[in-house]
């Protein structure tokens, strides 16, 4: 089960940080990922990071902002999310997979003056 948090309105330039809590499963061994949803449009890969914390990787539209991370003794995956845009408004969820098809309960970002 994952369940992301930590979402809500902030302005252009602001910051937020996720978090996403996962259960039933062996969190640590696991490579995640974070994708996004904006209003009618399809999912978007944003993030990833292996297992053991090896590698992260970045969508091109929000690498050098967003840092993705994980707490493995408490069972959770992070996203923190500085220089927010309008454009990073969307659904955020965690998933197993790149492309959502395991994702989670997500949170709502919204970036707007």
Do not use: H
């Amino acid at each position: 089960q994952l369940q992301a948090s930590g979402g809500g309105w902030v302005q252009p330039g602001g910051s937020l940080r996720l978090s996403c809590a996962a259960s039933g499963f062996t969190f640590s061994i696991r490579t995640m990922y974070w994708v996004r949803q904006a209003p009618g449009k399809a999912i978007e890969w944003v993030s990833t990071i292996t297992t053991g914390d090896r590698d992260t990787y970045y969508a091109s539209s929000v690498k050098g902002r967003f840092t993705i991370s994980r707490d493995t003794a408490k069972n959770t995956l992070y996203l923190q999310m500085n220089s927010l845009k309008p454009e990073d408004t969307a659904v955020y969820y965690c998933a197993l997979d790149s492309i959502g098809r395991s994702r989670g309960q997500g949170t709502q970002v919204t970036v707007s003056s």
